[in-house]
């Protein structure tokens, strides 16, 4: 059964720092990976995404993936975060053949100003 | 813009009591789903339906059931609440394969089980 891995559980940033989170999945044919976002208080939303193409893909508020094939691997990056970049990140993969996604255990981000 | 609303924020209820959680999207998507979603553990899927009185389970279905009549509309239902579904439940809904599979996700419905 196809899963994902996101090892980095609890984060804490200083303002400006570099962001990386690590998402590895299980799957070996062709994946379509998200990125979800949950700020304190609001619902979770699509951050970016990936189908095909350029494996670095660029998503809302400065973020941005790169699909690593070889590593089963499709990482968050940020280059300086923001306090208001406190929340919850969730890595997803879409089910080979159906519409369902399967999450990550979620990574909890800290930024402190 | 994309709206998915689930009927209530935060639910108190008692062991062995039956539960409706009720969710509605705006958007005529075909696919509902229902997660759960606690803390360590991330969004676990529950139930989700492709379709009108259609369901499919999801990785946790045990204690739970849906029910979808319309398409706007997915209920979960705990036809006996015990403490352990004490939980966050999330829906969610998307256009039908093919497309980005991108969730749209509403706010949420916190359920405590006394």
């Known amino acids: 059964a196809q899963s994902v891995s996101q090892h980095n559980h609890h984060v804490i940033l200083s303002e400006a720092a570099s962001l990386e989170l690590g998402c590895n999945y299980s799957?070996?044919?062709?994946?379509?990976l998200f990125w979800y976002v949950q700020y304190p208080g609001q619902h979770l939303q699509l951050l970016l995404k990936?189908?095909?193409?350029?494996?670095l893909v660029k998503g809302i508020k400065g973020f941005e993936a790169e699909f690593i094939k070889s590593k089963f691997s499709f990482n968050l990056r940020k280059p300086s975060v923001q306090w208001s970049d406190t929340a919850e990140y969730f890595c997803?993969?879409?089910?080979?053949?159906?519409?369902?996604?399967?999450f990550g255990t979620g990574t909890r981000l800290q930024v402190f100003p | 813009d994309v709206k998915v609303t689930q009927s209530s924020r935060y639910l108190v209820k008692r062991t062995g009591e039956k539960v409706f959680l009720e969710c509605v999207q705006d958007?005529?998507?075909?696919?509902m789903f229902w997660y759960r979603q606690d803390p360590g553990l991330g969004l676990r899927l529950i139930y989700f339906?492709?379709?009108?009185?259609?369901?499919e389970k999801g990785d946790i279905p045990e204690g739970y059931s849906v029910s979808r009549e319309k398409k706007e509309r997915f209920s979960l239902i705990l036809e006996s609440a015990s403490t352990n579904q004490t939980s966050m439940y999330l829906c969610?809904?998307?256009?039908?394969?093919?497309?980005?599979?991108?969730?749209?996700f509403g706010e949420g419905s916190r359920l405590t089980v006394l």
């Open positions: 958007m005529d998507h075909e696919n």
């Open positions: 799957y070996g044919g062709t994946v379509n």
């Open positions: 990936y189908f095909s193409g350029d494996p």
């Open positions: 997803a993969v879409k089910v080979y053949n159906t519409d369902k996604l399967i």
């Open positions: 339906s492709y379709d009108v009185k259609m369901k």
């Open positions: 969610a809904s998307s256009l039908s394969s093919g497309n980005t599979g991108e969730l749209f």
